[in-house]
């Protein structure tokens, strides 16, 4: 990783995650995952740090996870359970889906994958009016990640997290604010600004308060989401090293339509 494809900005008490591989859509590496995952871990113990935010570029949030990687993993075969929750990307998911203090995230232009997914554990969301949320998991074959399986049919009702999820076709700002995935929707050149904006309001409450107060709104089902996420995580590997899988990535680095009628 180029040191600046994360950058790690912290300011008035908010930590600010920036994407900033935009050559490549944003695309995540393993060695991005494994940098944001230090950055939370960092701000979580920090009690300079009382609010954390995710933002990408005005154009683009996340093309989701390196396709290139995906390639490479799909090559090495499906990786054991242990061997699952060693990897960066599963270390940043229990770290989001976990960290106690508030997550905001800013969203503008596509955020695909991981990128979308990540949002289910945010508390604030606020989208460009450009953002378009996409979960292709499918069409790459593979599957839901991030206990998306669980907390997207809760939040969209089951027919839409199937559309979402089965489809993978993308829903643009205003749907994703129909459903509450998002918390508004601005124009992208203001996107940025409301984030920081919101963080710092939340920065300026006593954080004792707020950690109680997220802690009690997710207790309800915090096991279930880490229990999904591991069983998710066995799934995702296993297909990863499948034909599907293989398929669409090489189709997807050669820039050509996969073909999956041997799949
Ligand atoms: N992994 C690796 N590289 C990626 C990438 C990804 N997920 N997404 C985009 N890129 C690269 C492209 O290969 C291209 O590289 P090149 O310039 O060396 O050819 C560059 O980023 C620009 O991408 P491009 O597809 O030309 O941009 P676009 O504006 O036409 O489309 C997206 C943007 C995000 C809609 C499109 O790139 C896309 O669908 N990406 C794949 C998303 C995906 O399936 N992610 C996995 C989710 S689990």
Redesign the pocket.
């Known amino acids: 990783m180029s040191m600046q494809d994360i950058l790690v900005h912290t300011e008035a008490g908010v930590s600010t995650i920036t994407f900033n591989r935009v050559?490549?859509?944003n695309?995540i590496t393993e060695a991005m995952y494994a940098a944001m995952a230090d950055a939370l871990d960092a701000a979580g113990q920090d009690a300079a740090v009382r609010c954390v935010v995710f933002q990408g570029d005005m154009a683009?949030f996340s093309?989701?996870?390196?396709?290139?990687?995906?390639l490479q993993q799909s090559a090495q075969g499906a990786a054991s359970a242990a061997a699952v929750g060693e990897r960066p990307v599963w270390r940043f998911l229990r770290a989001i889906a976990s960290f106690p203090k508030p997550l905001v995230a800013a969203v503008c232009g596509?955020a695909?994958?991981?990128?979308t997914t990540l949002l289910l554990h945010c508390d604030l969301v606020y989208a460009g009016d450009n953002a378009a949320f996409?979960l292709?998991?499918v069409?790459?074959g593979?599957c839901p990640e991030a206990a998306s399986s669980l907390l997207l049919p809760q939040m969209l009702g089951y027919h839409r997290a199937a559309e979402a999820l089965l489809l993978g076709e993308p829903f643009l700002a205003e749907a994703a604010l129909e459903v509450g995935l998002v918390n508004r929707v601005v124009p992208p050149s203001e996107c940025n600004a409301l984030a920081q904006a919101q963080a710092r309001k939340l920065a300026a409450k006593p954080l004792t308060a707020l950690i109680e107060t997220k802690r009690l709104m997710k207790a309800g089902q915090a096991a279930q989401v880490a229990a999904r996420m591991q069983e998710e995580g066995v799934s995702f590997t296993r297909l990863m090293a499948g034909p599907a899988a293989k398929e669409a990535f090489t189709a997807?680095?050669h820039?050509r339509h996969p073909d999956f009628s041997q799949c």
């Open positions: 050559d490549k859509k695309s683009i093309a989701g996870n390196d396709i290139a990687d995906f596509p695909v994958g991981i990128g996409s292709p998991f069409n790459l593979l997807f680095m820039k």
